[in-house]
């Protein structure tokens, strides 16, 4: 299955990906993770897109194409994956038309998660996240059963960078700007489906797996 994850920042798309690849057998490709996995490597593109995300900016079209080109080239990705965070302008939507295109494989479906702009920013700042193992939690709606330690690995839960209250008002806004535009770009396409992201996580995940349609 050949999946898209779209919806604004602290939407719910990195907590309801962790089950959609465990029940479809896909890989995870998450832009946001791939850019955090190159900053703590020290890399050239981690540098560079350090100095974007802190500011809750998008990091430029041409190197978060690149590494999705990449991504999409391996082994794993040939019999499907989930995109998550990508793409987020319509240049980039276009650039994943084409490496479909050479891939001679289109898209099954476009996951659109809602939730009302107010409910974001709560989200984003309460948010904590495992080093080890990436999992993600929230202080208040799905708190580790010990603070600051991971129920999976026991990892150190840590607080990203741009999880402010500050820097999420400056993503919310970019997402309004620059990726909310391709929701109507793939509803022309026929691919989308809309979930109620407010509700209790385990029914997000239901309603997605219904608009899925297989198991
Ligand atoms: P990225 O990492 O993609 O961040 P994002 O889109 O802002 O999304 P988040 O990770 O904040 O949220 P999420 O929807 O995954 O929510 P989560 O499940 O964690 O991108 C970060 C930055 O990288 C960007 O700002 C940009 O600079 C750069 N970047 C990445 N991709 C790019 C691209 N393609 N082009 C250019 N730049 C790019 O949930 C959030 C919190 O809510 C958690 O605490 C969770 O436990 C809680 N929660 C989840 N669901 C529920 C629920 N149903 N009820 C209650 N709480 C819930
Ligand atoms: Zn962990």
Redesign the pocket.
């Known amino acids: 299955m050949r999946l898209l994850l779209l919806?604004?920042?602290?939407?719910?798309?990195?907590?309801?990906?962790s089950g959609i690849v465990n029940k479809y057998h896909i890989p995870h490709i998450?832009?946001?993770?791939m850019?955090?996995s190159n900053i703590k490597q020290g890399t050239a593109l981690g540098n560079k897109?350090k100095e974007?995300?802190d500011q809750?900016?998008?990091?430029?079209?041409e190197l978060?194409v690149a590494i999705v080109e990449d991504r999409l080239q391996q082994d794993d990705c040939q019999e499907g994956f989930l995109l998550?965070?990508?793409?987020?302008?319509v240049v980039?939507a276009k650039a994943l038309d084409d490496v479909l295109d050479k891939m001679g494989v289109t898209l099954d479906k476009v996951v659109s998660?809602e939730v009302p702009k107010g409910t974001l920013v709560e989200?984003?700042v309460?948010?904590?996240m495992c080093k080890e193992c990436g999992a993600?939690?929230?202080i208040l709606?799905?708190p580790p059963t010990k603070a600051d330690q991971c129920d999976k690995c026991g990892g150190q839960l840590y607080q990203r960078d741009?999880?402010t209250e500050k820097t999420v008002t400056k993503?919310i806004s970019?997402?309004l700007d620059e990726t909310e535009p391709l929701i109507e770009y793939y509803l022309k396409q026929g691919q989308l489906v809309t979930i109620e992201?407010?509700?209790?996580?385990g029914k997000?995940f239901i309603d997605i797996v219904e608009a899925l349609g297989r198991d």
Do not use: C, W
């Open positions: 919806g604004p920042p602290s939407a719910g798309k990195g907590t309801q990906a998450s832009t946001g993770d850019l955090r897109a974007y995300m809750g900016l998008l990091v430029p079209d978060v998550d965070g990508f793409p987020r302008t980039q998660i989200r984003a309460g948010r904590r993600t939690y929230h709606f799905n741009d999880d993503r970019v997402y992201g407010q509700q209790e996580i997000v």
